[in-house]
């Protein structure tokens, strides 16, 4: 049973794994795990970054925005995953369903631009070291930042507009886990054609248009680490590089396998494993791959650890 008390006509069924009711409790106990480990480890790097003075740089400044980004949208999808998954009802109300699709894809749009414009500033910091503090200002990297935000949420409202207006004909049993667009187009009953194209094009301008821009930017930023004589100088700065397209990496290849194709050529499998890994997987490794890897972040985390240093916070 799918859904265990009376539910509203207007209530999305998500099946999500109910055809593998073996698979639940343990993915619920995955997804919980996954999901403290995000909170705690998007609110430490938001922490540090805004406390710590050593971190006050415009490269800490997007990472925190990239942090409060993920942490957004794990919370606007998986709580509502671990419901369905320890209970025996498997609905969201048709408020909530738009809700979480607004939000979650206005999320992943504002994440697709503030990717490129870290990328930017990776290239400021290496390629224009003498003008970076000018280029990349606190004014500038505050309008950049609002600006991303503001882009982002401005797609949803259009993309989720078009979606949640195509006909359904009482269709709402969604074999999916959350509210995204594809899954809610294969609950249309009229011709989708043009919503797809429509949604592609955006699609693709926010897909597409941002990590083209990011290849052709760290193309400059290779020639400029090739004249490094420095072999440290020369790591120094590939290493500082290395985290972002890692995230770049995991972020757009999810992304892009899951808009830039017709909805109607959505495989409800692999629909589903890619939803896991850029809803979940990806939010919970960012902030430990940018830890991991980065002294600065590592030392500020160790120092937070210290009464002095909420002492001097004060």
């Not at 607004?102 to 994440?111: D, F, K, P, R, V």
């Not at 309008?143 to 207006?165: C, D, E, P, R, Y």
């Not at 830890?291 to 160790?302: E, F, G, I, M, S």
Request: glycine share 4%; hydrophobic share 50%; aromatic share 12%.
């Amino acid at each position: 049973m799918w859904v265990s008390n009376q539910s509203s006509l207007d209530d999305f069924i998500l099946l999500g794994f109910s055809d593998r009711s073996w698979l639940e409790t343990p993915l619920f106990v995955i997804f919980l795990v996954a999901y403290i480990s995000a909170l705690f480890g998007n609110i430490s790097v938001i922490l540090v970054s805004r406390l710590d003075p050593q971190l006050d740089s415009p490269m800490y400044f997007f990472v925190s925005n990239l942090s409060l980004l993920d942490l957004c949208f794990t919370t606007s999808t998986v709580p509502q995953m671990l419901v369905n998954l320890w209970g025996p009802e498997k609905t969201i109300s048709y408020g909530g369903c738009v809700a979480q699709l607004y939000i979650s894809l206005a999320l992943g749009s504002t994440e697709c631009i503030l990717l490129a414009i870290m990328a930017f500033d990776r290239y400021a910091a290496i390629c224009k070291p003498l003008h970076y503090p000018i280029i990349m200002n606190q004014r500038r990297c505050i309008h950049m930042a609002t600006g991303t935000w503001i882009s982002g949420f401005a797609n949803s409202l259009v993309q989720s507009t078009l979606t949640v207006l195509t006909p359904r004909c009482g269709q709402r049993v969604m074999d999916h886990f959350f509210c995204e667009v594809p899954a809610l187009l294969k609950l249309a009953c009229t011709d989708t054609h043009v919503n797809e194209a429509e949604l592609n094009v955006l699609g693709a301008l926010l897909l597409l248009v941002p990590l083209s821009l990011i290849l052709g930017i760290y193309v400059f930023i290779a020639r400029a680490v090739m004249r490094i004589r420095s072999a440290e100088s020369r790591w120094k700065a590939f290493n500082t590089c290395a985290s972002h397209l890692l995230v770049v990496s995991l972020f757009y290849f999810t992304a892009i396998t899951m808009y830039v194709q017709p909805p109607s050529s959505y495989s409800r499998d692999r629909g589903k494993i890619m939803a896991l890994f850029y809803g979940i997987v990806t939010p919970t490794l960012n902030p430990f791959i940018y830890t991991l890897r980065n002294k600065d972040v590592k030392a500020a985390l160790r120092r937070a650890l210290t009464k002095e240093f909420w002492v001097r916070t004060r």
